[in-house]
């Protein structure tokens, strides 16, 4: 609540949030064709109708929801983009990024993952599309700077790359949970381990006590 701003919009404010948590859990859920006005006030524990006091179709609920994740997500990419960080660098901070998005929005995340392919043949939702480019943009241009810059192999396909590092990683709004056992940062750097370095022991060097081993 600001300091100007009364008790009552505040509340109310404070409630229109609270129902679209409700609604974004129960998109996730149900799938959002499955998901009625009704369901989504039996959650909230209210009358249908009641719920039309704050908005005025399950659409708007949806497309305010998919607005706030995506929204956010730019703020944190846009300073991520702008920091004048070198390509590894940003890697890791757009991944880092993303997965304190997933646990800001665990919900809207899966609902973008499961609904984005219908929803952007529908006018109303054409703002997925754009976010989508803006996405795939951001990562290749990373990805080709750090080939060109040699902070990434030479041979590295920087789509297939892209594709992996994108799948990999927004599909953790699929198990997930806020409040488990590691924060999104310490995921980050437990998947930026294996994405960067990979899960083998490195060979050590060769020595010359090798050489000598009756195994060779």
Request: hydrophobic share 45%; net charge negative; glycine share 6%.
């Amino acid at each position: 609540m600001t300091a100007t701003e009364p008790p009552a919009a505040a509340a109310a404010r404070d409630r229109r949030a609270e129902l679209l948590g409700t609604a974004a859990e129960v998109f996730a859920e149900q799938g959002y064709n499955a998901t009625t006005v009704r369901k989504i006030a039996d959650h909230a524990g209210m009358l249908a109708g009641s719920l039309y006091y704050h908005f005025d179709s399950k659409e708007s609920m949806l497309e305010e929801i998919l607005r706030t994740f995506l929204d956010e997500l730019w703020d944190g990419y846009d300073a991520v983009l702008g920091a004048g960080l070198g390509p590894r660098e940003t890697l890791q901070a757009l991944v880092t990024e993303s997965f304190r998005e997933i646990d800001r929005h665990r919900a809207a995340v899966a609902i973008y993952q499961k609904e984005s392919k219908q929803l952007v043949a529908q006018e109303r939702f054409a703002f997925l599309a754009e976010s989508q480019r803006r996405f795939e943009k951001a990562w290749l241009s990373t990805l080709e700077r750090g080939v060109a810059e040699r902070a990434f192999r030479a041979d590295l396909d920087v789509r297939l790359t892209y594709r992996f590092v994108r799948d990999t990683v927004w599909v953790a709004a699929s198990w997930y949970r806020p409040g488990g056992q590691h924060s999104p940062d310490e995921i980050a750097r437990q998947y930026l381990s294996m994405v960067l370095d990979g899960i083998a022991v490195r060979e050590q060097p060769f020595s010359v006590r090798d050489a000598n081993s009756p195994f060779m």
